[in-house]
Nanobody, 114 residues
């Protein structure tokens, strides 16, 4: 059974940085696509960054040039380096792996405020 756990969240100041980690237990195939999803209060949320097994990355327009997704191809964890953070409502970041079915972490909160 696959279980994912996020870490590295918390509070940061505008313009600051945070690095999220996604650690997996269980059988994660290196061929799975890995990504991060962000959810604001009361909203459905959306993908912010994704990386394929081949290392091809995709970013939401709102984070392009500021966030960097990476992963170890054979083993977890995966990372989301978040730079130049903007002031925003507190958000929950969830990591996921997508194979024949999706696997999700429980999420971790990130707050950016002065």
């Amino acid at each position: 059974q696959v279980q994912l756990v996020e870490s590295g969240g918390g509070s940061a100041q505008p313009g600051g940085t945070l690095r999220l980690s996604c650690t997996a237990s269980g059988r994660i195939s290196p061929f799975y696509r890995m990504g991060w999803h962000r959810q604001f209060p009361g909203e459905q949320g959306a993908m912010v960054a994704e990386i394929t097994a081949a290392g091809v990355t995709t970013y939401a327009d709102s984070v392009k040039g500021r966030f960097i997704i990476s992963r170890h191809m054979l083993n977890s964890p995966g990372y989301l380096q978040m730079n130049a953070l903007n002031v925003d409502a507190p958000a929950v970041y969830l990591c996921y792996y997508q194979g024949s079915q999706p696997f999700w972490g429980p999420g971790i909160q990130v707050t950016v405020s002065s």
